[in-house]
């Protein structure tokens, strides 16, 4: 054995491995190739997994999706549906562009509607159905710079997070940015003289990353520092999805829609009649300015769906009938541990009439649920003689006379 045949990568000899490939300026043994393997593996697979698909799903097929996962909202699916086609056709166009063509701009979506209807759920599956990064972000716990609090620019920091830092792919992600509402204005359509801290300043700073800029993010976090090392992100082809309950817009568009122009007043050619119960389906970018947002943030988000309240027979639907419905995964839950769960009907009818009642939306659902199957999860699981359990209505009174007292005093 010459004195120079050793790995170049790891300096084991020919005797150590058991197979030395020799190379143009140096030698590579077996146990380095497997390991070279593995990372381009590694790295093909981290490149393919975050890519939008080749072919974006029509509008039609995105909406087939998403109903199976979300029940009603029909009018809010359509918007979504056509919305995220054309920002995603968009880019893939983009891509291609020559020199003279028709640049499209991009459209970010608001998701106005109660607590617990669905806006989280409905950015959640468009992200799964397109395969690309998701974050959820908080914009209630952003600060203008200087401020005590996140920068905006966190925002793109569990973006980039979601997309295991391949800048790339996080750049054609979705944000969701979660109680817009509550940067609103002080004093709504009035300016302040004063510093809004939370509210205007956050507004102008998220301008940037909606319409479509290079941003320094710092991958960790928190606030920016010079000894920090920043990546650059362009946010350019992120779609952006806000949502908010907007408590309180629903008087603002009476009002307007109350208003009769004077001397017509009593005509019963004016009249037209609206759903008094459902305000938020007449909403408008004017009814947005009055509420509190800037009108550059409303400019940078001119899809504008509303979700509609939940009655009962949606809140019933939700429990039992999607791919994921709460009732479904408790029952896989106890699958798991070869127990068959089972609900009797008027338990469901039940739970639905406890969410309106306590209005928890279908988020609350699964507060109740968890509720009564606390004692359950907690004894099942060591009692390998039981092969059935069922819920019935008499136990979830019982169960939930508690829970209903202790949220009826947070509501109060």
Same mark, same amino acid.
């Given at each position: 054995m010459r004195k120079d045949e050793y790995c170049s990568f790891c300096w084991r000899n020919k005797k150590e491995v058991l197979l030395l490939v020799e190379g143009k300026d140096g030698y590579i043994c077996d146990k380095c190739i497997g390991?070279?393997?593995k990372i381009l593996e590694a790295e093909i697979s981290r490149? =393919? /997994? @975050? *890519?939008?698909? /080749?072919?974006?799903l029509k509008p039609a097929e995105i909406r087939e999706h998403l109903d199976q996962y979300v029940i009603g909202q029909d009018k809010a699916k359509k918007v979504l549906s056509v919305?995220?086609?054309? $920002?995603?056709?968009?880019? @893939?166009?983009?891509?291609?562009?020559q020199v003279g063509d028709v640049e499209i701009e991009k459209s970010n979506i608001l998701l106005v509607g109660e607590t617990g209807t669905g806006k989280t759920l409905l950015a959640r599956t468009i992200a799964r159905i397109l395969d690309v990064p998701f974050c959820i972000a908080d914009a209630t716990v952003i600060t203008e710079a200087g401020y005590v609090g996140e920068d905006v620019e966190t925002v793109l920091t569990r973006l980039l997070q979601a997309a295991n830092y391949d800048v790339e792919a996080a750049e054609k992600g979705i944000v969701y940015l979660d109680e817009v509402d509550k940067i609103s204005r002080k004093g709504g359509d009035n300016p302040s003289i004063t510093r809004d801290v939370s509210g205007e300043g956050v507004q102008q700073a998220l301008l940037k990353l909606l319409e479509g800029s290079a941003v320094y993010v710092p991958p960790q976090g928190g606030r920016k520092h010079p000894e920090q090392s920043m990546v650059l992100v362009n946010t350019q082809n992120i779609l952006f999805i806000c949502g908010g309950a907007f408590d309180g817009i629903s008087k603002i568009i009476e009002k307007r829609l109350d208003t009769q122009p004077m001397g017509f007043k009593g005509s019963h050619l004016n009249e037209v009649s609206h759903d008094k119960t459902n305000y938020l389906q007449y909403i408008t970018p004017s009814d947005l300015k009055k509420f509190g947002l800037i009108p550059e943030l409303i400019g940078r988000m001119p899809?504008?769906? $509303?979700? &509609?309240? +939940? &009655? *009962?027979?949606? #809140?019933?639907?939700i429990l039992t009938e999607p791919?994921? =419905?709460l009732v479904k995964q408790y029952? *896989? #839950?106890?699958?798991?541990?070869g127990i068959e769960l089972i609900f009797d009907e008027d338990v469901i009818d039940y +739970? =639905? &009439?406890?969410?309106?009642?306590l209005k928890l939306g279908a988020r609350g659902l699964r507060s109740i649920i968890e509720s009564i199957m606390l004692d359950a999860m907690y004894e099942l699981p060591s009692r390998p003689d039981i092969k059935q359990y069922r819920i019935d209505k008499a136990m979830v009174v019982s169960k #939930?006379?508690?829970?209903?007292?202790? $949220? +009826? /005093?947070v509501a109060s």
């Amino acid at each position: 054995m010459r004195k120079d045949e050793y790995c170049s990568f790891c300096w084991r000899n020919k005797k150590e491995v058991l197979l030395l490939v020799e190379g143009k300026d140096g030698y590579i043994c077996d146990k380095c190739i497997g390991e070279a393997e593995k990372i381009l593996e590694a790295e093909i697979s981290r490149r =393919a /997994k @975050m *890519k939008p698909r /080749k072919e974006i799903l029509k509008p039609a097929e995105i909406r087939e999706h998403l109903d199976q996962y979300v029940i009603g909202q029909d009018k809010a699916k359509k918007v979504l549906s056509v919305a995220v086609y054309n $920002h995603y056709k968009r880019v @893939m166009v983009k891509e291609n562009m020559q020199v003279g063509d028709v640049e499209i701009e991009k459209s970010n979506i608001l998701l106005v509607g109660e607590t617990g209807t669905g806006k989280t759920l409905l950015a959640r599956t468009i992200a799964r159905i397109l395969d690309v990064p998701f974050c959820i972000a908080d914009a209630t716990v952003i600060t203008e710079a200087g401020y005590v609090g996140e920068d905006v620019e966190t925002v793109l920091t569990r973006l980039l997070q979601a997309a295991n830092y391949d800048v790339e792919a996080a750049e054609k992600g979705i944000v969701y940015l979660d109680e817009v509402d509550k940067i609103s204005r002080k004093g709504g359509d009035n300016p302040s003289i004063t510093r809004d801290v939370s509210g205007e300043g956050v507004q102008q700073a998220l301008l940037k990353l909606l319409e479509g800029s290079a941003v320094y993010v710092p991958p960790q976090g928190g606030r920016k520092h010079p000894e920090q090392s920043m990546v650059l992100v362009n946010t350019q082809n992120i779609l952006f999805i806000c949502g908010g309950a907007f408590d309180g817009i629903s008087k603002i568009i009476e009002k307007r829609l109350d208003t009769q122009p004077m001397g017509f007043k009593g005509s019963h050619l004016n009249e037209v009649s609206h759903d008094k119960t459902n305000y938020l389906q007449y909403i408008t970018p004017s009814d947005l300015k009055k509420f509190g947002l800037i009108p550059e943030l409303i400019g940078r988000m001119p899809v504008i769906a $509303h979700l &509609d309240p +939940l &009655d *009962k027979a949606t #809140l019933r639907a939700i429990l039992t009938e999607p791919r994921n =419905a709460l009732v479904k995964q408790y029952q *896989k #839950l106890m699958e798991y541990e070869g127990i068959e769960l089972i609900f009797d009907e008027d338990v469901i009818d039940y +739970l =639905a &009439d406890q969410a309106m009642e306590l209005k928890l939306g279908a988020r609350g659902l699964r507060s109740i649920i968890e509720s009564i199957m606390l004692d359950a999860m907690y004894e099942l699981p060591s009692r390998p003689d039981i092969k059935q359990y069922r819920i019935d209505k008499a136990m979830v009174v019982s169960k #939930l006379r508690d829970f209903s007292m202790s $949220h +009826l /005093k947070v509501a109060s």
